[in-house]
């Protein structure tokens, strides 16, 4: 049998199916892997989230400990299997030893839960902030530089209760783990106020139709609490609008950030007033969110001014590289590279940050309202710092973990 | 594939020795992959395009013997997926009944199969578009119900930590291992699907295919055949949802979304479905363009990328790789398999 074209293109595939799987290993170099969502409702989320964490690389100019940094991006559609995917190919492909992200809730919690299986790896998350992807059942080598959800809260229950004195509120959330711990944690201080939730609508990622959760949503209601993210926010703002809907807004921390108050349409309306919570304020006037800001327009695309995802991940891409700083650039001994990680206490462009012991990060909250800038955008203004707000939200350990996990029933104050 | 199936799979067939060659080798070449592959292209790209793969194959038993493209192939392997993890174990802390494996794994395939015969059940009376319309229909309200219901599905986050079973002293989710569990189902699956289509009943689903009225005038049940056609391919896509839940350890709504039904069928197109082993080529392209596509062209346009090949693909052969397999065969076929003089 002669050598047949068939043959030889036979063995270029499978030469070509194995060649990328001989690493080049370099020394000089350390591959960390950024997770976001680079496709799905989230894109342009998870893409303000990269430039988060190349912001960070650029203010180390590029190197840490002081070998050449590389970063291997990863994208996911926001669901955990996708994110669990592209993990796995950071991880087992690319050989990242360290690995920043993923972006949302139900993601941190399947990245956390992979990170089990890989104990030579480091898992540092992006801006997913669930709450139980480090409160209940957390992995040794996963670490939350950003906050959670509830955290991101903090202040927000109290201040739409006594200074805007709303009686009643329903709320519109999305249907997974980041906008329950949100919900939890404006609830928590609402309804420890005197504050009633008589309604919850949880609307499915991506949802394009909010007719039937805008019918549904009570008359007489004192506000509406929304939690929703992205293209969902937009979609459902401005459908409420459409349907002539009058009733002042609560927001979530990523319904009225930059990558929704820029967003063209005659938005603007509805969300000027919106109170909200987050870890950032964006008329912070502090020296070093003036300066961050300033390197974070640097990037390609950036928005007006950084979004929490770009926050977070500039926050969780920080701590990765100052613990590389730290070891000298060795990180052959894992063990080592999460004891420095969990003893790093650092300033950022929003406070001190420190870990907890089940490594989620102490941090500043902001709480905001929506206000009109001198330039014409519209921009979260600073109305209150919280300073130093734990996972527990101040409360003891065992009393919090006694209220039970965050779903879509708890907490409930009708 | 294993060698021995291919081979009982093309006699059956009636096929050319050439083929039964040319399948001898792509088994040797598939059976000693592990050799060289590491343990990311052994389970990441090999098995998980295989499992891709025999959910494709599912769809291609349908579109090609029987004329019906489904889009709920997905949703079919789904079933399967959500039986393990609600019947056997979980770490969501919800259900997790810790079937064993040899009463799961078969009750899941027949539910698949059994939930695959009633999508048939359903959509056979349509043809055509409307057959890709209802079976879209299906898989998007599976999606949203499943991603909504929380008592049975675990709403969004769906079910966690879902082992694959230890047989043997064999861990079968090992990369090595794994490996040789899809591959053994796929070549099953490959060789059950050559063998059915020269049987009786696969030639009654073909003719049903080309004239069902003629084939109804001559007595022969063309609901029954039709339905049943979509029972043995709930057979084979509920064997891929059990190795699918196994790959990922998780199963959620994102497995059954959409786009991943949306997937299977430019599998299969890519592919080609005029042969069984289209939507194993498919699987391999597709499955190594999603995961390689973004080292590329970068994190922002990657998708452009993968839609770009495909449209240069559908567009130069519309039967797929198979296709442009078959344009440059007659003189690569005289090439090869002229004897030596």
């Known amino acids: 049998m002669t050598l047949s074209r068939r043959h030889i293109l036979a063995l270029a595939m499978t030469t070509a199916l194995t060649l990328p799987s001989v690493a080049l290993a ?15 409702a989230f894109t342009v989320l998870g893409e303000d989230g990269e430039r988060g964490a190349l ?10 400990g002081g070998k050449k940094i590389e970063v291997v991006r990863g994208s996911s559609d926001a669901s955990p299997d996708s994110a669990v995917r592209a993990a796995r190919k950071l991880v087992e492909q690319d050989g990242v030893k360290i690995l920043v992200g993923p972006l949302s809730g139900d993601e941190g919690i399947a990245v956390k839960e992979y990170a089990k299986s890989q104990p030579d790896v480091t898992f540092i998350n992006g801006t997913s902030a669930a709450q139980d992807t480090t409160l209940r059942d957390p992995a040794p080598n996963f670490f939350r530089f950003s906050t959670d959800g509830a955290q991101w809260m903090a202040g927000l229950g109290t201040y739409a209760f006594t200074e805007k004195g709303y009686q009643t509120v329903a709320v519109v959330a999305e249907d997974y783990s980041f906008p329950y711990t949100q919900v939890f944690g404006f609830m928590a201080e609402y309804c420890k106020a005197g504050g009633k939730v008589p309604s919850k609508s949880w609307v499915p990622i991506g949802n394009k139709d909010f007719s039937s ?33 009058q009733a002042p807004l609560v927001g979530g921390s990523i319904t009225v950030d930059q990558t929704v108050l820029t967003s063209k349409g005659k938005l603007r309306d509805v969300l000027v007033g919106t109170p909200s919570a987050g870890p950032i304020a964006d008329t912070n006037d502090s020296a070093e969110w003036m300066a961050f800001v300033d390197a974070y327009k640097q990037q390609a695309g950036a928005f007006p001014s950084p979004s929490l995802f770009a926050h977070g991940y500039y926050i969780n891409m920080k701590a990765a590289l100052l613990a590389i700083d730290q070891l000298g650039g060795d990180l052959s001994d894992p063990a080592k590279l999460r004891d420095t990680l969990g003893g790093l206490s650092f300033d950022t462009p929003t406070g001190k940050v420190s870990l907890d012991k089940n490594r989620n990060a102490v941090a500043d909250m902001f709480l905001t309202e929506v206000t009109e800038g001198t330039d014409g955008n519209l921009v979260n203004k600073l109305i209150k710092v919280v300073p130093q707000v734990n996972q527990t939200l101040g409360i003891a350990e065992d009393e919090f973990l006694a209220l039970g996990a965050v779903s879509r029933d708890n907490p409930s104050c009708p | 594939m294993s060698a021995d199936a291919d081979i009982v799979g093309a006699v059956a067939a009636g096929q050319a020795p050439g083929t039964a060659a040319a399948h001898v080798a792509l088994a040797v070449l598939l059976v000693l992959y592990p050799l060289v592959a590491s343990d990311f292209f052994l389970t990441q790209i090999g098995g998980y395009s295989l499992i891709q793969g025999l959910i494709a194959l599912s769809l291609m038993l349908l579109a090609g013997y029987g004329g019906m493209v489904s889009l709920a192939q997905i949703t079919i392997a789904g079933v399967a997926g959500y039986v393990v993890a609600i019947f056997g174990v979980n770490n969501s802390g919800v259900h997790g009944f810790g079937w064993p494996w040899w009463v799961l794994v078969p009750f899941a395939i027949l539910c698949a199969a059994l939930a695959s015969s009633l999508v048939g059940w359903i959509s056979v009376r349509t043809s ?10 299906i898989a998007t309200a599976s999606f949203y119900f499943a991603q909504q219901n929380y008592s049975f599905f675990n709403g969004f986050p769906g079910y966690n930590g879902i082992p694959a079973p230890q047989v043997l002293g064999v861990n079968w989710r090992g990369p090595m291992p794994f490996y040789y569990l899809c591959l053994g189902t796929a070549s099953l699956a490959y060789a059950a699907v050559l063998y059915g289509q020269r049987s009786t009943f696969g030639l009654t689903l073909q003719a049903i295919r080309d004239n069902p009225r003629r084939m109804h005038a001559l007595g022969f049940d063309v609901t029954a055949h039709k339905v049943f056609a979509w029972f043995l391919a709930g057979v084979i896509a509920g064997a891929a949802g059990v190795l699918l839940v196994w790959f990922q350890g998780r199963i959620s709504p994102g497995t059954i979304s959409v786009g991943t039904a949306i997937n299977v069928l430019i599998i299969a197109v890519i592919g080609g479905i005029r042969h069984p082993i289209g939507p194993f080529l498919g699987a391999v392209l597709v499955v190594l363009l999603q995961t390689f596509a973004i080292d590329i062209v970068g994190a922002a346009r990657f998708n452009t990328l993968i839609g770009f090949v495909f449209l240069v693909i559908v567009f130069v052969s519309p039967d797929g790789i198979l296709g442009l397999w078959q344009r440059f065969r007659p003189r690569a076929a005289r090439e090869a398999w002229t004897p030596e003089p």
């Open chain 2, 128 to 137: 055509g578009i409307y057959t890709i319309m209802i079976t879209l229909a």
């Open chain 1, 26 to 40: 370099q020394d000089d170099t350390i591959k960390i892997g950024v997770l976001a969502t680079f496709e799905g």
């Open chain 1, 55 to 64: 912001t960070a690389l650029a203010e180390f100019g590029g190197m840490a």
């Open chain 1, 213 to 245: 959760v805008i019918a549904a949503i009570p008359d007489d209601v004192d506000a509406i609490y929304v939690a929703l993210g992205g293209a969902d926010a937009v979609n459902f703002l401005t459908q409420y609008q459409d349907a002539g809907g």
